[in-house]
């Protein structure tokens, strides 16, 4: 039978119990948010080992797209529910204006110096360049030479989009919408000319949806990074990626510690770690394929960048432009391409 | 159903002593904290013009009520749940009737494979559609092998492929209230219907569908709540060009951040699943006192 007594030291073990993860949490460890997919599988495979045998500090890994991370650091109000935010330009400068990051103190980052100028400031560290361009799949289809292409034949009925969700979504629209007259804060033309071949095309999908729909056959040409496809060729899928006559694009990926973040000590070891020499060279090997930043890494012959110099040869955006009209392009494409 | 519709005698209502009244508190106080203030908090934050809920205001209602399109994306949602009810009644219905007359043994079995898409997470079901629905996927191939088409059908990315698929993730909803409500049926109704000289049919209809009413009722509700917010199945099967409710609300919280927008988007579609479910409700109703009254 139930005494007071009992349920008291009932209540007492469970309120006890409850409280041990924060406890674990204090001994050593810090709450990183990471993208799903091949991020989250290269930093357990290969960040977690790495900061555990540095510093003895457990990583723990949060996964969660850019966007999300702001989405719940917003939600949190100053209690953020990971310590740092890994994120591309655009969800970037969002979190700037939105105060939700910590000024970094780059002396306590060593490996800062290590990584070329630009990609040190005073919000955070950029870690890896992201290059995004066409991926198809060479069995079924030839090589498409550029954006225009993929509004063509054989191109356009094996053709997956997706919308303005993305980053990579984002910035393919816009050269798409270049190729045919449009510009970086005008993507009418992408729009006008998407409807017009609009009942032919394969799949209009969410980005996370894509490569299983392209390893299941519904589409065989998609705009994407160069991640995925190294992804989805270690799995045995027949992909191939190409440069879009008109360059192929390319941002950087940029972590930092989020204001009101529980260890901010251990943040730091986590960024110094991932600009760090060992672990950039480790994730630039497949089926990882990350793009290095740090200057003592060779970039491995099989990558589509051969050094962070050509990075300036690459397509880039002002995201400081494109993060005020985004909104209204993702509702223009919800209106033109419903059914 | 409720005990005095059943036996037809209305009992006095007994006063609940103050202790039980206590015992309720701790969950109607979690019931407050967790459901309804965030509700508030919702309506609240939906009357604000800006994304950074500073300057209140009916701007986001305006925007959203006043663009025609916003009305098509809840019709659409509507209709989505509507058609899904209307599929899983056409294969549940006929199921449940089989389970009722299967051995003990048959019936563990049929109840296992009813029960088993609820213990796959949402997720790996929706993905497993796409490899059924694909253009390649096994559909495809069986009708192309078969001779009965030349060139793939396009499934994935359609209403009849979202509704084929959803039909199948929410039929236990449908089958579970059901076979419990039929199981509990007296099966000398059926021999007293048969012996008074009805057909089968007769008895179905006259017989058995009334009496089940409740638990088929309960099913719609089920089926219909649910797949109307069923945004992982919705965007990874329906794809983007078919437009719900809650494709808006994801893309104005997460992606635009556009919170009062999103706020009014899930008010809406809150609003309208409780009306459909309402009426629903009704009806059940209803046909409870059209059986027992």
Same mark, same amino acid.
């Given at each position: 039978?139930?005494?007071?007594?009992?349920?008291?030291?009932?209540?007492?073990?469970?309120?006890?119990?409850?409280?041990?993860?924060?406890?674990?949490?204090?001994?050593?460890?810090?709450?990183?948010?990471?993208?799903?997919?091949?991020?989250?599988?290269?930093?357990?495979?290969?960040?977690?080992?790495?900061?555990?045998?540095?510093?003895?500090?457990?990583?723990?890994?949060?996964?969660?797209?850019?966007?999300?991370?702001?989405?719940?650091?917003?939600?949190?109000?100053?209690?953020?529910?990971?310590?740092?935010?890994?994120?591309?330009?655009?969800?970037?400068?969002?979190?700037?204006?939105?105060?939700?990051?910590?000024?970094?103190?780059?002396?306590?980052?060593?490996?800062?110096?290590?990584?070329?100028?630009?990609?040190?400031?005073?919000?955070?560290?950029?870690?890896?360049?992201?290059?995004?361009?066409?991926?198809?799949?060479?069995?079924?289809?030839?090589?498409?030479?550029?954006?225009?292409?993929?509004?063509?034949?054989?191109?356009?009925?094996?053709?997956?989009?997706?919308?303005?969700?993305?980053?990579?979504?984002?910035?393919?629209?816009?050269?798409? #919408? *270049?190729?045919?007259?449009?510009?970086?804060?005008? &993507? +009418?033309?992408?729009?006008? !000319?998407?409807? /017009?071949?609009?009942?032919?095309?394969?799949?209009?999908?969410?980005?996370?949806?894509?490569?299983?729909?392209?390893?299941?056959?519904?589409?065989?040409?998609?705009?994407?990074?160069?991640?995925?496809?190294?992804?989805?060729?270690?799995?045995?899928?027949?992909?191939?990626?190409?440069?879009?006559?008109?360059?192929?694009?390319?941002?950087?990926?940029?972590?930092?510690?989020?204001?009101?973040?529980?260890?901010?000590?251990?943040?730091?070891?986590?960024?110094?770690?991932?600009?760090?020499?060992?672990?950039?060279?480790?994730?630039?090997?497949?089926?990882?394929?990350?793009?290095?930043?740090?200057?003592?890494?060779?970039?491995?012959?099989?990558?589509?960048?051969?050094?962070?110099?050509?990075?300036?040869?690459?397509?880039?955006?002002?995201? #400081? *432009?494109?993060?005020?009209?985004?909104?209204?392009? &993702? +509702?223009?494409?919800?209106? !033109?391409?419903? /059914? | 159903?409720?005990?005095?519709?059943?036996?037809?005698?209305?009992?006095?209502?007994?006063?609940?002593?103050?202790?039980?009244?206590?015992?309720?508190?701790?969950?109607?106080?979690?019931?407050?904290?967790?459901?309804?203030?965030?509700?508030?908090?919702?309506?609240?934050?939906?009357?604000?013009?800006?994304?950074?809920?500073?300057?209140?205001?009916?701007?986001?209602?305006?925007?959203?009520?006043?663009?025609?399109?916003?009305?098509?994306?809840?019709?659409?949602?509507?209709?989505?749940?509507?058609?899904?009810?209307?599929?899983?009644?056409?294969?549940?219905?006929?199921?449940?009737?089989?389970?009722?007359?299967?051995?003990?043994?048959?019936?563990?079995?049929?109840?296992?494979?009813?029960?088993?898409?609820?213990?796959?997470?949402?997720?790996?079901?929706?993905?497993?559609?796409?490899?059924?629905?694909?253009?390649?996927?096994?559909?495809?191939?069986?009708?192309?092998?078969?001779?009965?088409?030349?060139?793939?059908?396009?499934?994935?990315?359609?209403?009849?492929?979202?509704?084929?698929?959803?039909?199948?993730?929410?039929?236990?909803?449908?089958?579970?209230?059901?076979?419990?409500?039929?199981?509990?049926?007296?099966?000398?109704?059926?021999?007293?219907?048969?012996?008074?000289?009805?057909?089968?049919?007769?008895?179905?209809?006259?017989?058995?569908?009334?009496?089940?009413?409740?638990?088929?009722?309960?099913?719609?509700?089920?089926?219909?709540?649910?797949?109307?917010?069923?945004?992982?199945?919705?965007?990874?099967?329906?794809?983007?060009?078919?437009?719900?409710?809650?494709?808006?609300?994801?893309?104005?919280?997460?992606?635009?951040?556009?919170?009062?927008?999103?706020?009014?988007?899930?008010?809406?579609?809150?609003?309208?699943?409780?009306?459909?479910?309402?009426?629903?409700?009704?009806?059940?109703?209803?046909?409870?006192?059209?059986?027992?009254?």
């Amino acid at each position: 039978m139930f005494s007071r007594r009992r349920l008291l030291a009932g209540a007492t073990a469970l309120g006890g119990a409850s409280l041990l993860p924060s406890i674990a949490h204090a001994k050593g460890s810090v709450a990183a948010a990471i993208y799903p997919g091949t991020w989250e599988e290269a930093f357990r495979a290969i960040v977690v080992p790495a900061l555990k045998k540095k510093d003895s500090v457990d990583l723990e890994l949060q996964p969660l797209f850019a966007v999300d991370q702001v989405a719940k650091a917003k939600a949190a109000r100053g209690a953020p529910p990971f310590d740092a935010f890994v994120l591309d330009p655009g969800p970037r400068i969002t979190a700037i204006q939105d105060g939700l990051f910590d000024k970094i103190d780059v002396k306590k980052i060593s490996n800062a110096s290590k990584l070329p100028a630009g990609l040190v400031d005073e919000w955070g560290i950029g870690v890896n360049a992201q290059v995004v361009g066409i991926a198809y799949n060479p069995k079924k289809l030839p090589a498409p030479k550029g954006w225009k292409d993929l509004f063509t034949d054989p191109w356009v009925s094996r053709l997956g989009i997706t919308g303005f969700q993305t980053t990579f979504g984002t910035v393919s629209l816009i050269e798409i #919408a *270049k190729v045919f007259g449009g510009s970086e804060t005008n &993507i +009418e033309p992408a729009l006008v !000319e998407l409807k /017009k071949v609009l009942p032919k095309i394969a799949a209009v999908g969410q980005p996370a949806a894509m490569p299983g729909l392209f390893q299941q056959g519904q589409c065989d040409v998609i705009y994407t990074n160069t991640q995925t496809v190294a992804t989805l060729k270690g799995r045995g899928v027949d992909i191939e990626f190409v440069k879009p006559e008109t360059g192929a694009i390319t941002f950087l990926t940029t972590l930092h510690i989020a204001k009101g973040a529980a260890e901010v000590e251990n943040a730091y070891k986590y960024l110094d770690i991932v600009a760090g020499k060992e672990v950039q060279e480790a994730l630039t090997k497949p089926p990882y394929n990350f793009i290095p930043v740090n200057k003592d890494v060779p970039v491995p012959s099989y990558l589509p960048m051969k050094s962070l110099d050509e990075m300036s040869s690459y397509v880039r955006h002002d995201w #400081a *432009k494109i993060n005020p009209l985004r909104a209204g392009w &993702i +509702e223009k494409f919800n209106k !033109e391409m419903a /059914k | 159903m409720t005990p005095e519709r059943a036996t037809g005698v209305a009992r006095p209502r007994r006063k609940l002593p103050l202790a039980e009244w206590q015992l309720a508190l701790p969950l109607a106080l979690a019931f407050a904290s967790i459901f309804l203030a965030p509700l508030v908090m919702l309506v609240g934050v939906s009357f604000f013009n800006d994304d950074k809920i500073t300057q209140p205001g009916i701007g986001q209602w305006v925007k959203f009520l006043g663009d025609p399109f916003s009305y098509k994306v809840i019709a659409d949602t509507m209709l989505l749940g509507i058609k899904t009810v209307c599929a899983t009644i056409v294969i549940g219905y006929p199921l449940a009737l089989i389970y009722l007359d299967a051995s003990p043994r048959l019936q563990k079995v049929l109840i296992f494979i009813i029960v088993m898409p609820l213990l796959l997470s949402v997720v790996v079901r929706t993905f497993a559609w796409i490899v059924v629905l694909g253009r390649e996927g096994v559909v495809n191939t069986l009708l192309l092998q078969l001779g009965i088409i030349s060139e793939p059908l396009r499934l994935l990315q359609t209403e009849l492929g979202l509704v084929i698929s959803l039909t199948q993730i929410e039929m236990p909803l449908m089958l579970l209230p059901l076979i419990s409500v039929m199981s509990r049926l007296d099966p000398n109704l059926r021999d007293a219907s048969s012996a008074l000289g009805a057909s089968r049919w007769r008895t179905l209809f006259k017989v058995i569908v009334p009496l089940s009413m409740p638990g088929l009722v309960a099913g719609c509700l089920l089926v219909f709540a649910s797949s109307t917010t069923a945004f992982i199945s919705q965007t990874v099967i329906g794809g983007v060009r078919l437009i719900y409710l809650p494709l808006l609300i994801w893309q104005q919280s997460l992606v635009v951040f556009n919170w009062p927008f999103a706020a009014v988007v899930s008010l809406t579609l809150l609003v309208s699943v409780l009306t459909v479910v309402s009426a629903l409700s009704y009806l059940g109703r209803r046909s409870g006192g059209y059986v027992h009254g």
